[in-house]
């Protein structure tokens, strides 16, 4: 039997919020519950990096048809505050990094742009300045 007092809610949304995990989970769950074609196909998805002996884990591998989209889940500091332009223009096009492997040859690596549903909208910056940057990154 634990004497321990249960943590307050404060404390306990404190301690969700120190990371991007909980985000993680909602886009995952967004994901599986939407009908969309897209599948989450790995988790936590564990890294090693041969050369440099550094690891790591990939938060979200999406797939669709012959299509993997890498997502990272990241939370800012405490005091930071996201702004999302949301102007009226939408589109279904992401750019993206590119590569083949010997299971779905596309004929070379770099940057491509592609076709993504559904549509969202397109935000050409962000407004929150990048660490050690005074200007926003664009």
Request: one cysteine or more; aromatic letters at 10%; hydrophobic letters at 40%.
């Amino acid at each position: 039997m634990s004497t321990n007092p249960p943590p307050d809610d404060f404390a306990l949304r404190r301690l969700v919020d120190s990371s991007g995990f909980a985000f993680q989970l909602a886009v995952e769950d967004l994901v599986r519950s939407s009908g969309a074609r897209w599948k989450v196909l790995f988790s936590e998805y564990a890294w090693l990096h041969p050369d440099r002996n550094s690891e790591g884990f990939i938060d979200t591998v999406l797939e669709k048809d012959r299509t993997r989209l890498v997502i990272e889940c990241k939370r800012t500091s405490a005091d930071a505050h996201w702004v999302f332009l949301n102007p009226l223009q939408t589109s279904a096009a992401v750019v993206c990094w590119t590569a083949s492997t010997a299971q779905m040859p596309i004929g070379g690596q770099g940057f491509d742009r592609v076709m993504c549903e559904p549509e969202s909208p397109v935000c050409c910056s962000t407004p929150l300045p990048m660490p050690g940057q005074a200007q926003p990154f664009r």
